[in-house]
């Protein structure tokens, strides 16, 4: 299954280190981490919402969504999670249970 990692990005500067860590929990329970941080590579005058439209076309593909701590602060994260939960995705969050693959 392939999860998809929301979580703070704008205004953090461990954000990186974050959504890496975050891939670890999601491979150990045999799926695969869709991590934004390393897939998406926008030219730099992109601006936020070009990102989110990025970012929700890659929820798309996944079969479930894996938010990280602080995501109710994120204004993209809460975008991703309404669009998971609309979308009758897996939801799952840091620190919880990752259904085995």
Known sequence: ???YI???ITGTEDYKSRFLEAEKPIKA???TPMNPVEIVNLPEDSEWS???KV???VL???DAIYMLKGWPESRGAMIEFEYAYE???IICFEGGEIPNA
Do not use: F, Q
């Open 1 to 3: 299954m392939r999860i």
């Open 29 to 31: 329970a045999g799926h």
């Open 60 to 62: 798309e593909l996944c």
């Open 6 to 8: 929301s979580g703070p």
């Open 87 to 89: 979308n009758r995705k």
């Open 55 to 57: 970012d929700l076309k």
């Open 50 to 52: 070009d990102y989110m």
